[in-house]
């Protein structure tokens, strides 16, 4: 397999790294950039646990020919918490411990975190199927959705006096 | 395999014609899956989603371009569109989760041929033509002439769909689709029906288009359920007509997602709401969405 050069940003560095051109992102970001917060649970799309933002929208990093990030901008779970400050999201599945094994919680995070910043405000509802992607195999579901709407919850609070989070 | 991004049409079409091997994407959530389930690498990735025209979606003064690579949430987050297109910016809101519709195109929908392809009735109904890319130039077809059965388009090696033109309904018309899976989300329709209605002066139904997917080796209109509303009021007797004419046009398989009379029944009690559901959208009324509604995914 031919290995292509790829020019992109990543969790807000200008990142440059040498890839397959026919395997997928997931496997560029763990095994080439070293990003292993990235993961893999089915490689079809199924389960979510490779959510990663590119251009601000939330995609399968499984899904994604490496090559096709040229040029792009991709977060994942390393680019989430500001510094040594966890984001409300992180916080919020600490304290309700929406989980158990967290092979899940870095694909959920990223799809909370891409619904969040298009809908503050989210209904039960819509943060349930905006996390239907995501397959959870131990924690249930309850706790992860209630430290979504708690995080969005204090993320508004937050907003409110000012002290952005 | 190999991987090129072209900027152009004509670089893409040239791409294609000097590698055999070649094939093109969009989002790739059907292409990846295949590969690694072992159907055949090809040669040559040919992205299709840095030509600008590929991935616009446009609202012209009769019609709307929608770009064959661009992601179906474009088709949901944009609310002059899915005002006039409620039925097709549902079918769009079905494919997969968030992760996957900011990836999923039309194009790859409808090329993927697979019979459940959600968007594929929805687009029948309101009579969507591809424009097609060839070595020459470029030609347009209706979207029902792509797929000719599982798997299989009748497109020619080397020519892939540019985008799709939808003209903007008439007034007093409306477009429902709905499907039926086993769960809510994240599940391949068993059955899934498209109708678009258009009622006269008198509430009377003028034009009816209904379309069935998942049924038969490809989506396909349904003319004998059309037959049935034209000219007629909606009520309890022409929708009993639409669901006998909908199950009789079913040509399923059988299998542990359902048996083939589920398939057909469950295929007449989908049309009769769609046509209710499109009605009550033609006739002006508040409808919700269908899709998320109906307790019919
Ligand atoms: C988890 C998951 C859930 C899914 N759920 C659904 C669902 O609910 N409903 C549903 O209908 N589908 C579903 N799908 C299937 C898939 O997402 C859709 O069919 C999607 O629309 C395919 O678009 P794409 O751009 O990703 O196609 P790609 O994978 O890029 O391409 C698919 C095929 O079409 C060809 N192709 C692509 N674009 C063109 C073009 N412009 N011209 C010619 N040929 C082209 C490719 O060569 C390939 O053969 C799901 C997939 C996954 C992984
Ligand atoms: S690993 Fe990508 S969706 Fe499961
Ligand atoms: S915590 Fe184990 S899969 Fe979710």
């Not at chain 1, 992102?25 to 933002?53: F, H, I, Y």
């Not at chain 2, 469950?266 to 049309?271: I, K």
Request: charge should be negative; include cysteine.
């Amino acid at each position: 397999m031919s290995r292509t050069h790829i020019n992109c940003t990543i969790n807000g560095d200008q990142t440059d790294f040498l890839s397959e051109s026919g395997g997928s992102l997931l496997n560029a970001l763990r095994d080439d950039v070293g990003l292993m917060g990235v993961k893999e649970g089915c490689g079809t799309g199924d389960c979510g646990a490779c959510s990663v933002l590119m251009d601000d929208r939330v995609t399968c990093a499984c899904l994604i020919f490496a090559p096709e990030a040229e040029g792009r901008t991709i977060v994942t779970i390393e680019g989430l918490a500001n510094a040594d400050e966890l984001h409300p999201l992180q916080q919020c599945f600490l304290e309700g411990a929406a989980l158990q094994c967290g092979i899940c919680t870095p694909g959920f995070l990223m799809a909370a975190k891409a619904l969040l910043d298009k809908n503050p405000h989210p209904t039960e509802t819509e943060v349930r199927y905006a996390l239907a992607g995501n397959l959870c195999r131990c924690t249930g579901y309850d706790k992860i959705i209630r430290a979504v709407l708690d995080a969005a919850e204090g993320m508004r609070a937050s907003a409110q006096t000012g002290d952005a989070a | 395999m190999d991987y090129v991004a072209p900027t152009t049409i004509e670089d893409a079409v040239g791409a294609l014609s000097s590698t055999p091997e070649s094939r093109v994407f969009a989002g790739a959530t059907d292409l990846i899956p295949q590969i690694r389930s072992g159907r055949p690498e090809p040669g040559l990735l040919v992205d299709l989603k840095r030509i600008e025209r590929l991935t616009a979606v446009t609202e012209g003064a009769n019609a709307w371009t929608i770009g064959a690579a661009a992601p179906t949430s474009l088709l949901t987050e944009d609310p002059g569109f899915s005002n006039q297109f409620p039925g097709l910016s549902e079918a769009a809101g079905l494919i997969g989760s968030d992760q996957i519709q900011n990836r999923s195109s039309l194009g790859g929908n409808l090329c993927n041929a697979s019979p459940a392809a959600d968007s594929v009735p929805a687009m029948l109904v309101n009579e969507a033509r591809a424009v097609v890319a060839t070595a020459g130039g470029t030609r347009t077809v209706g979207v029902g002439e792509i797929a000719t059965g599982p798997g299989r388009t009748s497109l020619a090696p080397g020519e892939f769909i540019v985008e799709f033109e939808v003209d903007k309904p008439p007034a007093h018309s409306g477009d429902a689709y709905l499907r039926m899976t086993p769960r809510t989300e994240m599940d391949i329709a068993v059955v899934g029906v498209g109708v678009r209605i258009t009622l006269d002066a008198d509430g009377n139904c003028a034009e009816a288009r209904i379309a069935v997917g998942a049924v038969a080796p490809t989506a396909r209109r349904v003319a004998d359920a059309e037959a049935a509303l034209v000219g007629q009021p909606i009520n309890d007797d022409t929708l009993a007509a639409v669901a006998r004419a909908a199950s009789a046009a079913c040509d399923p398989i059988d299998d542990k997602r359902g048996t083939i009379a589920y398939r057909k029944q469950v295929t007449g009690v989908l049309a009769k709401r769609a046509v209710t559901i499109a009605a009550a959208r033609a006739a002006g009324e508040d409808t919700e969405n269908a899709a998320t509604t109906n307790g019919a995914h």
